[in-house]
Nanobody, 126 residues
Framework: QVQLVESGGGLVQTGGSLRLSCAAS????????MGWFRQAPGKEREFLAA????????NHADSVKGRFTISKDNAKNTVYLQMNSLKPEDTAVYYC???????????????????WGQGTQVTISS
């Protein structure tokens, strides 16, 4: 049973930084990809970034490229999302996701990800 547990959310001021963590457990993740998404109130869940577990290949959404960076620590089975220069519009619940069938063509599709964490709230004050 794959489990994903996000942490690191909180309240920060505009321009600040946060690093979110996603601790993965339940299996060996070789061959998997891990992703980060977010969902603001009244909006659809949005793809942010993905990383392949073995090769470490990264993809970032254009909307956050240059501000957000995905990374991983294989030894800790943890994926991170470093978020800099935060804006009020970054306020959302942030989710971690995992799947073994990762493709660049489908990485933005929610249905392409089999496993999800419970989310962590990020609030940016103006």
């Amino acid at each position: 049973q794959v489990q994903l547990v996000e942490s690191g959310g909180g309240l920060v001021q505009t321009g600040g930084s946060l690093r979110l963590s996603c601790a993965a457990s339940g299996r060996t993740f070789s061959g998997y990809a891990m992703g980060w998404f977010r969902q603001a109130p009244g909006k659809e869940r949005e793809f942010l970034a993905a990383i392949t577990w073995t090769a470490g290949t990264k993809n970032h959404a254009d909307s956050v490229k240059g501000r957000f960076t995905i990374s991983k620590d294989n030894a800790k089975n943890t994926v991170y999302l470093q978020m800099n220069s935060l804006k009020p519009e970054d306020t959302a619940v942030y989710y971690c996701a995992a799947d073994s069938r990762f493709t660049i063509a489908t990485m933005r599709d929610l249905v392409a990800w089999a496993y999800w964490g419970q989310g962590t709230q990020v609030t940016i004050s103006s």
